[in-house]
């Protein structure tokens, strides 16, 4: 069986949607190493992976780091740059881990990119690129086409700075032939695993056969279970707006909450990072957690009041769930718009969106029809990618064969 080392992004979002992947390797008899920030131990190590942690720049659980909802060009050029010091720093844990144990397939997330296609190119082995959200090609960028993401000019000082950083890193590495555009983009990769439908992807009609589209793949275990239905026999709206801390987050919560009793719901809520004093009294259909087992709960739930991230987006459609979508980051707002645009569900701005609107939301996608059908069919194309085992198929396809 196959060595296949697998690095992470620190970031839920980018983690979840490859552990049940993770899983299905293991199954299969093969070695994983997954390269992840210490905080990720318990998940990554309850999926049979063998743990490689790194320090990462990151805070647990990025407590106490604020996400600007609208994000300057000079606060996206740090981001960039950030991101590049992050997902270079595992390279000596990686390299020091492993020692003459390389694997025989690297897989890496689109976003903590450096290392994994650092040691790809440097080691000379097949890679795998994996995408929780929305993937871009040569030709087509949806980031790019979104007009509400500013993007910073080449010559700002700190892209500037960031290319420096990664052309050192490069010629440390013996690839002085590939230049920093090329290794940002990832060009050349020829295999691109995107854990979302292509009929929900943004210019689907741009990507060839290197992009597999195999739908969420969703978590198992804890998340199944822990949670029933209230006697009550109201319809069960899930509330939630992400595991990260956003301007005005406990605002918008609470009038999210505000809006499913006027819909006479019963709502289910995964505070977060929102101290649950900020939400004021809830009447007694009002469940309140830190976080809640959200595949249990969409099992039950008539809609989701969401924030547009993308796995929570996916894991409502595969459970034929309507969305209210309140996006607060350029990324979520591609979600929300793409969600609206199918007739999925609601997108409202968060920093408009009262509690009536929201109410008006809701009971929309709970009695829409037309909005009932176009879920329906959207969660037969998640059925259809084929998901973990789909995932996992592809993988094994990029071990060289004289392994």
């Not at 199944?224 to 319809?235: A, E, K, M, V």
């Amino acid at each position: 069986m196959a060595h296949i080392l697998l690095i992470q992004y620190p970031a839920s979002g980018h983690i979840n949607p490859t552990l049940p992947v993770v899983e299905e390797l293991v199954r299969r008899g093969h070695r994983v190493s997954f390269v992840v920030s210490e905080d990720y131990r318990g998940i990554v190590e309850a999926t049979g992976a063998r743990m490689l942690a790194y320090p990462s720049l990151v805070p647990p659980g990025w407590s106490g780091v604020e996400i600007p909802l609208h994000p300057s060009g000079d606060e996206l050029a740090r981001a960039h740059i950030d991101m590049i010091h992050e997902t270079l720093t595992p390279l000596p844990s990686i390299v020091a881990s492993l020692g003459a144990d390389r694997p025989d397939v690297v897989v890496y997330d689109v976003l903590g990119c450096a290392a994994g296609r650092m040691l790809s190119l440097a080691w000379k082995v097949p890679s795998v690129v994996v995408c929780p959200t929305f993937a871009e090609n040569e030709t087509y960028s949806p980031y790019t086409a979104a007009a509400d993401i500013p993007a910073p000019g080449p010559d700002h000082p700190l892209l500037r700075q960031a290319a420096a950083v990664v052309r050192a890193a490069l010629d440390a590495w013996g690839l002085r032939h590939v230049t920093v555009p090329e290794f940002l983009s990832g060009a050349g990769e020829r295999c691109w695993l995107v854990f979302l439908p292509r009929a929900f992807q943004l210019g689907e009609n741009t990507f060839d056969e290197r992009y597999h589209f195999v739908g969420p793949c969703l978590r198992s275990g804890a998340d199944d279970t822990g949670w029933s239905p209230p006697p009550s026999g109201r319809p069960v709206v899930l509330v939630s707006l992400g595991t990260l801390h956003y301007d005005g987050s406990a605002a918008l919560l609470r009038r999210a909450v505000e809006a499913t009793q006027r819909e006479g719901a019963h709502a289910v809520v995964a505070l977060g990072e929102v101290d649950p004093a900020a939400l004021g009294p809830v009447g007694e259909h009002v469940e309140l957690h830190r976080r809640v087992p959200q595949l249990a709960v969409l099992r039950h739930a008539a809609a989701f009041v969401s924030h547009a991230g993308m796995n929570s987006t996916m894991e409502a459609l595969a459970h034929g769930v309507p969305l209210v979508e309140l996006p607060q980051t350029g990324e979520q707002r591609m979600v929300a718009r793409r969600v609206s645009g199918l007739g999925l569900g609601c997108a409202l701005d968060p920093e408009t969106a009262t509690a009536a609107r929201i109410a008006r939301a809701l009971h929309l996608v709970r009695t829409s029809a037309a909005v009932r059908d176009r879920v329906a069919r959207m969660r037969a194309a998640v059925a259809a990618g084929g998901g973990a085992r789909a995932a996992a198929d592809l993988i094994e396809s990029r071990i060289p064969v004289f392994h």
